[in-house]
T-cell receptor
Framework: DQQVKQNSPSLSVQEGRISILNCDYT??????FLWYKKYPAEGPTFLIS???IKDKNEDGRFTVFLNKSAKHLSLHIVPSQPGDSAVYFC???????????????WGLGTSLAVNP | DSGVTQTPKHLITATGQRVTLRCSPR?????VYWYQQSLDQGLQFLIQ???????AKGNILERFSAQQFPDLHSELNLSSLELGDSALYFC?????????????FGPGTRLTVT
């Protein structure tokens, strides 16, 4: 059962335009969400996160929006650059996990191609 | 550079063999996580250690085991290897603090079982 779903395996956008990557989750206990970027042959790199007490978090060109009622979050990249071409993973966690359990549940990723 | 190191970078071995993957977390991080990424699959959480103790278990096979040592480095042991165990294995660490969720990943170990 995939608790975190990224329904678009790939996305292609033009340089300078907006990239919107989507993520849906099913577990209402999730209260912290993260986006990671992964280049081939490298480990994932933390990009941006959002707590469920917020509906938006912004860091430079990257903004994450959270819609709790729809159990949906999205990552906006504006403007998109060729160097943003990578696989983007959405991950979720729950503060209800006991102790120092910070297990992240991951989506399968969306491959973003930014064309010059 | 995330500060998390993993060795070896590549490993080729035969079915039935046993291997050990090593991970050193970022300085000061007490938690270590192990993940498996197979071809066309997302990241599968295997196991988490916090300051030497197992904290969470995911889809880890009984043939696999892990431990975290007093110096906080961790090892993932894979035994009776099968062709399907060929994958990228990532280690991640996270900062101290109850509210820390961000994990910082190493470059991974690519295991090929022939």
């Amino acid at each position: 059962d995939q608790q975190v779903k990224q329904n678009s395996p790939s996305l292609s956008v033009q340089e300078g335009r907006i990239s919107i990557l989507n993520c849906d989750y099913t577990n209402s206990m999730f209260d912290y969400f993260l986006w990671y970027k992964k280049y081939p042959a490298e480990g994932p790199t933390f990009l941006i996160s959002i707590s469920s007490i917020k509906d938006k978090n912004e860091d430079g060109r990257f903004t994450v929006f959270l819609n709790k009622s729809a159990k949906h979050l999205s990552l906006h990249i504006v403007p998109s650059q060729p160097g943003d071409s990578a696989v983007y993973f959405c991950a979720a966690s729950s503060s209800y996990n006991a102790g120092n359990n910070r297990k992240l549940i991951w989506g399968l990723g969306t491959s973003l191609a930014v064309n010059p | 550079d995330s500060g998390v190191t993993q060795t070896p970078k590549h490993l080729i071995t035969a079915t039935g063999q046993r291997v050990t993957l090593r991970c050193s977390p970022r300085s000061g991080d007490l938690s270590v996580y192990w993940y498996q990424q197979s071809l066309d699959q997302g990241l599968q959480f295997l196991i988490q250690y916090y300051n030497g103790e197992e904290r969470a278990k995911g889809n880890i096979l009984e043939r696999f085991s892990a431990q975290q040592f007093p110096d906080l480095h961790s090892e993932l042991n894979l035994s009776s290897l099968e062709l399907g165990d060929s994958a990228l294995y990532f280690c991640a660490s996270s900062p101290q603090g109850y509210s820390s969720y961000e994990q910082y990943f190493g470059p991974g170990t690519r295991l090929t079982v022939t």
